[in-house]
Each structure stands twice: as structure tokens, then as C-alpha cells.
């Protein structure tokens, strides 16, 4: 989903967040990570043979294309492989593969094909229509850019009950807006969506702990999942788990944690970390490694940055100020899920 689509930042906290709203609150603890999960399994003696003589290609057409609604081109290909019925059956999500790829070329004009919305919302249409969520999560971002924001959510619904993380995400985000705003509904979606492993959704989950948006307020659980969604590569997270040590909230204050969290997001493309990050390397004396993240900041469009760079290029030699300037020229962020 389009990181624009959604502001997220909060006037009234350091941690970037949605606007708040009033408290709705969750208090069912399986929200939370450290929550044991127990599961026991048994099998009779003869459970081994069943297995062996099971018939997969007796299983329902309907059912087979809800389990594989969000599957890849590659694993479609792969399923299809097991025994006739299943090539017969997914058949229609393999023409949707095919449909999808053609709407993300209208979309974004890959391919040698001009950029066309329209276009690109008939091809997602067509793919949602043969079932496959990731049409339907494609189609429902169309209809938000298009400003049909009902239609967006009501196919962000269609793919989230089909199980898929990135409908659910999106749907749960939608619901934490104002016109839509049922904050208890959207935890519930980014639970969903958040276990399995979609890190947008943790970070968002981790906001709304940290805010007691739609779920009572849990600081130590809120930590959690902004670590989670930051190892998973989600700057904006990791600039957050900086901000957690560094203030210790939900986390105990560590001064070399918050130190690497935050260069971790500079490096990732935070600009707010680069301009921060910047600060310490003066604070500690680095002036030339400071002077890069700063002019990188600046870049960025941290109006302070560029303040504070000019002041210590006073203090560097022409050699050092040079070298710098060339570092921050060539500089790129390293890849991130945003």
C-alpha cells in the first residue's frame, strides 16, 4: 500500500503515529506476543497409512480456490502440478496472475505500456473477479486513489476475509481514519494481519498499544512489535524502537540500542533519523560523518539540518568539507519495506 495514502504522524508525541482519536479500548490479552501458544497433536497408528492414501483431487473447487486465493504465480504453477483436478481448478487464479500483471503495468507504465488507471483497475477487476486477494488488494487501492474510498474498503474486505495480510493491513489502516473510524475494529484486522507476519501491520498494531487506540494501552507490548516490524526492515519502526530505548518506553534505557536503532534508520532513508543521527556524530566529534548525514537530511527536507551542517563545515578543512560533500552526493538509502 502507498506509504502517501496514509499520514501518519501525530503533533503531540515524537513517535510517529495517526492522529489520535478517542480511546476504544481491547483488553482481550491474546493481542499480545508473549501470550504461550499451546498446541498438542496425536495420531493413531493408523493415521500415517490415511495420510498416504488420501485423494487431494476430491477436494471442493470453491475450497481449493479460497486456499490458494493469494498464492503467487509460482506456487499457483506449483499447485497446479499435484493431479488434473487441482490444474482444472486453479485455472482462473492462474488467469488472474496474468490480469494482475497487466494492471501493475497500467498502473505504474512498465512494460511499454502507458500509464493508465483505468485500464489498470479493469485488469485488477478481472482478476478479483476469478478470486485472487491480490487483485482485490490492488483494486481496492485503485478505488482509494481514485477517491471511491467505500468501494477500496469493501475490496480490502473481500481480500481480508480471504486471509490475506496485505487486505487486512489495509482495511484495519482504513479504519483508523476519520471518515471510517472504528479503531476496535481495525486491532482486529492488524492482529490478524500482523501475525502473519506483515510488517506495516506490526508497526501500526505496535502504534495504536502505544496510543491505546481501539486496545488498552501497553507500552511493553507496543515495544514489541515496533521491534518485530523494525527487524522485518520497516524504517519507520526502527526509527521508533530508537525512540523507545532512548526515553525507555517499554524497553529499559540503553544509550548504544537507541544509538544503533537510529543510525539503522538513517541509513534506511529516515530523514528525521539522518538530521538526529547527524546531531550525536557532532555531540561525539565525528564532524565529517556528521556533516553526510546532515547534508543528506537537508536533502531530505530537514530545514535544521542544513543550519547545523554549515556550522560545523566552519570547523573542517577544505580536504575534509570536500570529501564530505562528495560522500553525501552519492549517498543511497539501503533497501527497506518502508
Not at 467505500?150 to 482504513?174: K, V
Amino acid at each position: 500500500m502507498n506509504q502517501k495514502t496514509w499520514p501518519s504522524r501525530s503533533d503531540g508525541s515524537p513517535f510517529t503515529a495517526l492522529p489520535l482519536a478517542k480511546n476504544h479500548h481491547f483488553s482481550s490479552k491474546s493481542y499480545f506476543l508473549d501470550r504461550p501458544i499451546k498446541t498438542r497433536l496425536s495420531f493413531s497408528p493408523s493415521d500415517h497409512h490415511r495420510r498416504d492414501q488420501r485423494d487431494f483431487s476430491s477436494l471442493p473447487y470453491d475450497l481449493l480456490t479460497k486456499i490458494a486465493a493469494g498464492f503467487s504465480h509460482r506456487d499457483l504453477n506449483a499447485a497446479s502440478l499435484v493431479c488434473k483436478s487441482w490444474s482444472d481448478a486453479l485455472r482462473p487464479l492462474r488467469e488472474a496472475m496474468l490480469l494482475l500483471r497487466w494492471g501493475k503495468r497500467f498502473k505504474h507504465g512498465r512494460g511499454g505500456v502507458r500509464p493508465n488507471l483505468e485500464k489498470a483497475l479493469d485488469s485488477f477487476l478481472k482478476g478479483a473477479a476469478r478470486g485472487s486477494s491480490l487483485a482485490m488488494v490492488d483494486a481496492g487501492l485503485v478505488y482509494w486513489e481514485m477517491g471511491r474510498r467505500e468501494d477500496g474498503i469493501a475490496f480490502y474486505r473481500r481480500a481480508a476475509e480471504l486471509g490475506d495480510p496485505s487486505g487486512q493491513c489495509n482495511l484495519a489502516i482504513a479504519f483508523l481514519q476519520a471518515d471510517f473510524a472504528n479503531p476496535t475494529e481495525a486491532v482486529k484486522w492488524l492482529l490478524q494481519s500482523a501475525s502473519a507476519g506483515h510488517v506495516r501491520a506490526q508497526y501500526q498494531l505496535a502504534l495504536c498499544l502505544h496510543h491505546g487506540r481501539g486496545i488498552k494501552r501497553n507500552l511493553l507490548e507496543a515495544a514489541k512489535w515496533y521491534l518485530r516490524a523494525a527487524e522485518g526492515g520497516y524504517v519507520r519502526a526502527m526509527y521508533n524502537v530508537s525512540l523507545c530505548y532512548s526515553v525507555g518506553e517499554g524497553f529499559s534505557k540503553s544509550h548504544p540500542q537507541a544509538k544503533k536503532w537510529m543510525k539503522r534508520a538513517a541509513d534506511h532513508g529516515h530523514s528525521k533519523a539522518q538530521f538526529e543521527h547527524g546531531l550525536n556524530l557532532f555531540s561525539e566529534g565525528e564532524l565529517s560523518k556528521a556533516v553526510v548525514y546532515l547534508e543528506v537530511a537537508s536533502r531530505a527536507g530537514e530545514s535544521g539540518a542544513s543550519h547545523v551542517k554549515d556550522v560545523i563545515i566552519q570547523q573542517l578543512s577544505v580536504a575534509s568539507r570536500d570529501r564530505a560533500m562528495r560522500l553525501a552526493e552519492n549517498w543511497r538509502a539501503l533497501p527497506s519495506s518502508r
